[in-house]
């Protein structure tokens, strides 16, 4: 066998050895395990920090929404113990109203007057229950007055009912949040003991009312309510224990409970519901029990009184025990919120970390792997084709570590660049140089534009906050300050003033005639006139003065300081003056005024808002004296108003305590002095007073407000059930016509107030005759005629008083549904001696009769004025000629024989 050649050998050498592999090739390899060594650790780091972020933040969100559900759930429970007592006591005066009881007497009992009681436990629900809500309606019809007890029970019931749904629905709500306070206790061992608090505060409210229903027959049977007794004692016991198991070392619940039970009168009260029980059971239940009477209640009234002290005594305790458990709640909700605050900071200032060392570990691996990293020099030029090269001489090792530690140097410069930027960015301020500077490299130049867009965006946030913070204290139309930041001046006003001894002055400024620029040329010349009213003002007060708008065409001015009170009078017919310049717009020139009412700091320990309703107060009495007038709030005017409190008061209580009776007027027919109709007559019985107050010391007094609403209903309820009472009567079973008020005809309520008793008492609106003034229909004719027709739809007669008294047009009268025509009393006693005003009765009666109405005159006080205006064709007569206003007992025993004329 032949050798082979040298040539051959080599050849094949040379074809066994590996050839080495291109340079790119090896160096996409290097690259591949740096990235390995530098980027997969990283991922996973962010992963698995960034995961720590969410739960953390996940947390902290819970805990702020159960903090929030925890606040509005002891809101609810602060309410619904507020009920309670206001049920109760409620119940007292209006059990008493039924029995003929007096409030005194309980006073005398239980050295509590239950009218105050009512009074502080109304204000307290107040202060709780959102006045627009649909709890608020059903508050409002379960405090209506003269309502029987089981009424007032149904329906604070009713509001009770629908406010622990919610109440239980937001435990519910808490009772699902897994979360744990930082001590280890779950929260929701925190809202078990609500949950406790709320049952203990309702189930020693429910348990008066079971005990008096034990006693009297009020609600269920006997049995049921001694069940209910031994089912509202096992819960009270249940939860004092829950609470006092669950309690911390640090806790003052157990006190206060303890101190719960220590009280007198509760022990009392136990001992009393102790020994119902016991005779239940040793005996037998009774089968029947004392009805609701006075007597029922002064045989039992040592009980009564001890179990209604016993549950004012038990509402303090029991609601410190609720606030208490409830503010531990909302701490622990805090804790954890602070909690998951912080391990949300920890885990973001972790991920950076964890970041930076990821890096740092990279570029100190990069520079002792010489040998792998040959072919990273190109890759990492190629990376760095867009900044400036470093110095090489200031990297130590070979070319290709110089090419890696130079982008990593960039990297770490990049970094560095955005942390500072982002600083910048966190804390606002977004005018430092840092934003500015540009990183080297494409990155750098991506992450500026990033930088540009945040910044940008985070400058149009700041000018949107502080164009809301503008709008929030300004008025968009006239860029005054509105309402509370004026308010916020004032206190800061009238504290500065208190420091340096000076006054302030506030002029309250209510434009006249504006309503009737509105009316005629639209809102948008309103918003003309507004806008440049809001100006004069600004020009016409000094410099340094606080100008706003309250709200519609009213503004204030805070002359602060003032020398006296002539220079803030001074001040204010300044301002009139330039308000009452004309106008010019698109639609003519305008002309408005303005009146103002001043108060000043003169009158010591007023607040804002006191000063502010001080110069509200003399602005009326501007307006009373006349447009353009410049008045100032002084004493006698406070009296005055003082003085018109307590006589609305008065009347108000009046109202409610039936201290108003009802008199009756005959109407005769006109041909033969029949009787007709009568005429129901409000008087006043008022306590302390020798003979009935007359109406005319009240009724115009009412007319002012809308008291003469409430007087209108009570006058309407009474009268429909006397008519009742009549119905049967041989003599009486007549019309009678009640007077309505013009401020109880334009409200909505009007027909309802009306009908609605006339439903209620069975009587037939035949049998009734509405009478409204001549004067009043003038205010809203077309509004006024839609109602009066309803009501003649409905069988009620309409009649039109004091007719010739107001400047009712014949066309007026065609317009207005109505079927009686009354003739003022001043014509009739004129028609006696002057033939022209016998003329104008003459007249109206034949206007009265081609309507088709008919017609009566009224004040016919002798023979003579009876046999004239019959004469002249009145239908109906009426006066004292034929009788005087009389009680409904006089009136049923009356005799009506016609009287001759």
Known sequence: MSQPSSTSTSALAAEAEPRPRPARQRGLRVAAVLMSVAVVPLMGLAVMTWQSVDQARTAADQARQTEATATQAIRLAELNSALFDEMVWRIVLSGSAELGASPEMWSQFLD?????????????????????????????????????????????????????????????????????????????????????????????????????????????????????????????????????????????????????????????FERDVEEIIANAFATEVPKTRPDFRLETLLTNVDMFTNSLRAMTTSAGPSSAVLRQVGQELVVAAQDVRTDADAQLRTSMTLAIALTLASITAAAVATRFIVRPLRELRQVAEHLESNTDVLDPTTVAGPTEVKAASRALHDAATNLNLVTRQARALSTGELDAEVLDEVAPGGLGSALQ????????????????????????????????????????????????????????????????????????????????????????????????????????DEFVVIADPVGDIQDAITLGKRIIQSIEQPINTEYGQLRVGASIGVATTETENLTADELLRDADLAVYRAKAAGTGRVEVCNEDLRNEIAATATKTSAIESAIANDELVMHYQPIVAGPDGKLHALEALVRWNKPGEASLVPPSEFIDFAEDSSLIVLLDRWVVDAVAAQLAQWSDHPTLHVPVAINISGRHLASDQFLDDVLGPLDAHGVDPKRVIVEVTESTLLNDMDGAAVKLQQLRSAGVTVAIDDFGTGYTSLAHLRSLPFDILKIDRSYVAEAMTNLQEASMVKLIIDTGHLLDAQVTAEGIECTEEATLMAALGADYLQGFYFGQPEPPQLCATADFTPAPF
């Open 112 to 268: 509590v007057d239950p009218i105050q009681r009512v009074e502080e436990t109304s204000a307290a629900v107040n202060d709780l229950i959102t006045p627009e809500s649909q709890r608020a309606n059903q508050l409002a019809l379960a405090r209506q007055s003269g309502l029987a007890m089981t009424t007032v029970l149904t329906r604070f019931d009713n509001v009770l009912t629908a406010n622990e749904a919610d109440l239980y629905g937001l435990l519910d709500k808490l009772a699902g949040a897994n979360l744990t306070a930082p001590d280890g206790q779950p929260l929701s061992t925190k809202v078990e003991a609500l949950g406790y608090a709320i049952n203990l505060r309702t189930t020693l409210a429910e348990q008066f009312y079971a005990y008096f229903a034990s006693l009297i027959s009020v609600r269920g049977s006997a049995a049921e309510e001694i069940e209910n007794l031994i089912v509202l004692k096992s819960h009270k016991t249940f939860n004092i224990s829950a609470l006092l198991d669950g309690a911390s070392t640090n806790s003052t619940i157990p006190d206060t409970i303890a101190a719960l039970q220590a009280d007198e009168s509760i022990i009392q």
């Open 449 to 552: 534009e990033a930088v540009g867009r945040l910044r940008a965006a985070l400058t149009a946030q700041d000018e949107a906050q502080q164009r809301l913070a503008h709008e929030a204290t300004h008025d968009a139309m006239t860029t005054l300050a509105n309402r509370n930041a004026s308010l916020d001046y004032l206190k800061a006003a009238m504290a500065r003033s208190q420091r340096t001894n000076t006054e302030i002055a506030v002029l309250f400024i209510d434009l006249d005639r504006f309503k009737a620029v509105n009316d005629e040329h639209g809102h948008h010349a309103g918003d003309i006139v507004l806008t440049k009213a809001a100006q004069r003002i600004l020009d016409a007060v000094r410099t340094g003065d606080h100008v706003g708008r309250l709200g519609g």
